[in-house]
C-alpha cells in the first residue's frame, strides 16, 4: 500500500509541475512587461484628474467610439446601477490647444452611492497627428472624501478601459454598425 500512495502522489506531482511552465509561459505572452495589471499614469491634481487612456482611433472610427461609449453611459442612466450612475449627459466638440475633439460631459454618481461620491467627467478623443485620435478622461470630484474619491474613481476609469477592449474585440459588422450610428446622429451634432 505504500508504494500505491507513492505511485499517486509521484502522478499527481509530476501532473501539477508539466502544468505550472505552461500557465507562466501562457500569463508571459498576455502581459509580457513585469507588470500584470495596467496602471494610471497620472495622479489627480487637487480635485481634477485628467487620465490619458491606451486607446487610439482613427477619424470615422472615432466618432463611432463616441457613440459606442455614449450608449454605455446612457445603460447607466438608473439611480441605482451597477458601478456608476449618470445625472447629466451631452455630446461636446471644440478645440483644445488648437486641435480638435470630440466626447461626452457628464455628472456621475460612484457606487455604492452611500458613500456620496460624485464627479463631472469629460471623456474625449482628441485628434493628433496623422488622423489619430487619442482617447482622455477627466474627472472633476463634485463631492465626497477625496481618499474615497480617488479609489472609486480608479475603478470608474478602468471599467472604460475595458469597454474599449471590448470595442476592439467587436466583429467588424457590429462596428459598421456604430460607425453608421455615428453618421446618423453623432456626426451631425458633433460637426455641425
Known sequence: SDWVMMALGLSMGSTIMASIYPAWVASRLVTPSL???????TKPRGDVWEIPLPFYAIRDEA????RYLQEFM???AAPDSPDFSVV??????????GKRYIGLEAEVRLAPYEAGV?????LF?????????????VAKRRMGPRDRWRRMHRHYV????????????????????YVEKADRYGKLNLEG
Open 158 to 177: 478602468d471599467l472604460f478601459r475595458k469597454q474599449l477592449l471590448l470595442w476592439r474585440s467587436l466583429p467588424p459588422s457590429e462596428r459598421r454598425r
Open 125 to 137: 478623443l482628441v485628434e493628433t497627428e496623422g488622423g489619430r485620435w487619442s482617447l482622455h478622461i
Open 118 to 122: 460624485a464627479q463631472g467627467t469629460k
Open 88 to 97: 447629466k449627459f451631452k455630446r461636446i466638440k471644440g478645440e483644445l490647444e
Open 35 to 41: 507588470e500584470r495589471a495596467w496602471r494610471i499614469p
Open 74 to 76: 446612457e445603460g447607466h
Open 63 to 66: 466618432y463611432a467610439i463616441i
